[in-house]
């Protein structure tokens, strides 16, 4: 019996350090990809997509291009946030803020769908909007996952 008990405990051991590995992982990802210059994640999302699309010379060095002036403008976004916390003048943003961020977001979201819409061919086009669909849906999960955990917290507290 007391083997049985040692062995169980041994186990739940192991599985919590396990677990512990994984989200200091992905932290660590996460922390690479914030570092990487706007160039080097540019050529890696142009690659990952070659990859997934199929995307020829000329189609690479278009979603090249959209995809640097992306990266540089959303580095240049957290370098100004960045500033602000260190200041201490970062606030929490008010209604009409967000709601401008939110369309601003969303123009651009829109602007990269028809830059792609005319680079890519409709079978690679259709292909690259499921996946981005996809990455939508699996950050909306995330963000219920961690809306759930907060309000597990609250009411153990």
Request: aromatic share 2%; proline share 1%.
């Amino acid at each position: 019996m007391k083997k049985l008990v040692l062995i169980a405990i041994a186990l739940m051991t192991v599985q919590a350090f396990a677990q512990q590995k994984k989200g200091e992982s992905n932290k660590e990802r996460a922390q690479m990809m914030r570092n990487l210059s706007p160039e080097d994640a540019a050529t890696m999302q142009t690659k990952r997509l070659t990859l997934h699309l199929d995307l020829n010379e000329k189609q690479q060095a278009e979603v090249k291009e959209i995809l640097l002036a992306n990266a540089e403008a959303r580095k240049a976004k957290m370098e100004e946030i960045k500033a602000k916390k260190e200041k201490g003048e970062l606030q929490k943003p008010t209604k009409e803020e967000r709601i401008k961020m939110a369309n601003a977001r969303l123009d651009q979201q829109i602007a990269m769908k028809t830059k792609m819409k005319e680079i890519l061919n409709d079978e690679q086009y259709d292909k690259w909007e499921k996946a981005q669909a996809r990455m939508a849906n699996r950050g909306n999960e995330k963000k219920k996952e961690h809306a759930k955990k907060r309000m597990h917290e609250k009411k153990t507290e």
